[in-house]
């Protein structure tokens, strides 16, 4: 009877096991959660991206390489009809008025080359993308009509702020509301650099590895406040 109390060992071991094991599933868990949410966030911000460029690849309508289900661009000419300066704002925006072959004209904003190598009465090329001028064309200038993309920054910004919060809290294991205060940060800058990033069309490399670098300094700053808890 002794012999088999004592090979149970001490009362409190299994106890203190069991909330070891506990809480090392929890950590996972909040890491599993919090790394799958970023993730899913970056690839929405990535989709943006994409979106916003795929215009470039797209083929011809008409031409061979379009088969029939593919997206393809359409080719308008296009007048200019007014043109604008802006001088209100930090930087001066330069604006034309053009008028298409098949909707009615619209304001788009140029590169400063483009706004004075052209004028009133002037022909300029348009490329039409999912029904909308995508890029204006004129003597070598090529312009981007970027679209702003705020719903899906925004669910981009929540998810990457969310995935921040569960890995710090995953990391720190604290009761600490450090995680939660940086994600607040986290989503008001995610969602405001993925605009940025959406309509520049910076290189890929530019466009992924600073944010992700972003998220991986704030994550770290909020596991370090919290741990300091």
């Known amino acids: 009877m002794n ?37 899913l966030g970056f690839q929405w911000f990535l989709g943006a991206y994409d979106a916003g460029g795929a215009y470039r690849t797209a083929p011809a309508c008409g031409t061979a390489a379009a088969t029939p289900g593919t997206d393809c661009t359409r080719h308008e000419t296009g007048k200019v009809v007014a043109k604008q300066v802006d001088n209100s704002g930090d930087n ?33 090329d348009l490329t039409i993308w999912h029904g909308r ?40 294991w604290s009761s600490s509301g450090a995680p939660s205060a940086v994600a607040v940060a986290v989503c008001v800058l995610s969602f405001f650099g993925s605009l940025v990033f959406t309509v520049s069309q ?11 670098f972003g998220w991986v300094v704030m994550t770290a700053f909020a596991t370090a406040a919290a741990l300091d808890y």
């Open 92 to 124: 001066t925006v330069y604006r034309v008025t053009v008028t298409r072959e098949t909707a009615p004209g619209d304001g788009y904003s140029v590169s400063k080359e483009f706004y004075h190598d052209t004028e009133v009465g002037a022909d300029v």
């Open 3 to 39: 012999a088999r109390i004592e090979d149970a060992g001490p009362p409190g071991r299994t106890a203190r096991v069991a909330r070891v094991v506990g809480r090392v599933l929890a950590q996972g868990l909040l890491l599993a959660a919090g790394l799958a949410s970023t993730v």
């Open 202 to 212: 910076c290189s890929f490399g530019v466009t992924l590895g600073i944010p992700v």
């Open 133 to 172: 001028v995508a890029e204006v064309f004129y003597r070598g200038h090529r312009d981007p009509v970027p679209t702003t993309p705020w719903l899906t920054s925004l669910k981009a910004a929540l998810l990457v702020a969310l995935g921040s919060a569960l890995t710090a809290h995953g990391l720190a």
